[in-house]
């Protein structure tokens, strides 16, 4: 444990931001610009990704173990989005055909 600690301390603290941040704001585009539910979880899980990434070198570079602690949380999280998701995309393609968002407003009463 402690290579790895040294490890991750050997590379600047910047270029985890830096990664973090790309990371995040590539999955932030993913989730506005395009129509697809897949595509949309699947951004919403590259966010979650830099998160993790994120608090795992604040944790790393503090020496506490907290940061990892959350981000098993957020790992928690995130399967029970996919599962949840996962299931409302099935209930939607079987009533509409499509998994294109836009579909959506004909579930409206």
Same mark, same amino acid.
């Given at each position: *444990?402690?290579?790895?600690? +040294?490890?991750? +301390?050997?590379?600047? %603290?910047?270029? @985890?931001?830096? %990664?973090?941040?790309?990371? &995040?704001?590539?999955?932030? *585009?993913? !989730?506005?610009?395009?129509?697809?539910? $897949?595509?949309? &979880?699947? /951004? #919403?899980? %590259? *966010?979650?990704?830099?998160?993790?990434?994120?608090?795992?070198? &604040? /944790?790393?570079?503090?020496?506490?173990?907290?940061?990892? !602690?959350? #981000?098993?949380?957020? *790992?928690?999280?995130?399967?029970?989005?996919?599962? !949840?998701?996962?299931? $409302? $995309?099935?209930?939607? @393609?079987?009533?509409?055909? /499509?998994?294109?968002?836009?579909?959506?407003?004909? %579930?409206?009463?």
């Amino acid at each position: *444990m402690e290579n790895i600690t +040294q490890a991750i +301390q050997g590379v600047p %603290l910047n270029h @985890y931001i830096l %990664l973090s941040a790309i990371i &995040f704001a590539i999955g932030a *585009m993913g !989730v506005l610009i395009r129509r697809n539910a $897949i595509v949309i &979880f699947m /951004s #919403v899980e %590259l *966010m979650l990704n830099a998160v993790n990434l994120l608090l795992t070198a &604040f /944790s790393a570079y503090r020496g506490d173990a907290a940061g990892q !602690v959350f #981000v098993f949380f957020i *790992m928690a999280l995130a399967a029970a989005e996919v599962a !949840v998701g996962l299931a $409302i $995309i099935v209930m939607v @393609y079987r009533n509409t055909n /499509s998994i294109d968002i836009n579909v959506l407003n004909k %579930l409206k009463w």
